[in-house]
Nanobody, 116 residues
Framework: VQLQASGGGLVQAGGSLRLSCVAS????????MGWFRQAPGKEREFVGF????????YYVDSVRGRFTISRDNAKNTVYLQMNSLKPEDTAVYYC??????????WGQGTQVTVSS
């Protein structure tokens, strides 16, 4: 599966952005989908995931209550709604598809910059 992330940009602190990740192929609904991010000079960090059906999500503490992951299997798309953004959310954001407990497929990343 190929993944294409989009929706990044520059936003002021307290603002919102919605990232999208479109998958190719007809097996999108068979993948658990995750979002990751990598800030400059830091290791890639897990942000959260959504189950194959979309009925279950998980978030790391730093984004819980501010970020929401959703998916539309009919559109082969997973979303990351980011609210109340903080400067420390600045990073390149990646979507990834999980098969057999491994994130095997990655999108190219989209830059999110939050100004203070």
């Amino acid at each position: 599966v190929q993944l294409q992330a989009s929706g990044g940009g520059l936003v002021q602190a307290g603002g919102s952005l919605r990232l999208s990740c479109v998958a190719s192929g007809r097996t999108f609904s068979s993948y658990l989908m995750g979002w990751f991010r990598q800030a400059p000079g830091k290791e890639r960090e897990f942000v959260g995931f959504i189950s194959r059906s979309g009925d279950s999500t998980y978030y790391v503490d730093s984004v819980r209550g501010r970020f929401t992951i959703s998916r539309d299997n009919a559109k082969n798309t997973v979303y990351l709604q980011m609210n109340s953004l903080k400067p420390e959310d600045t990073a390149v954001y990646y979507c990834a598809a999980n098969s057999a407990s491994v994130y095997s497929y990655w999108g190219q990343g989209t830059q999110v910059t939050v100004s203070s």
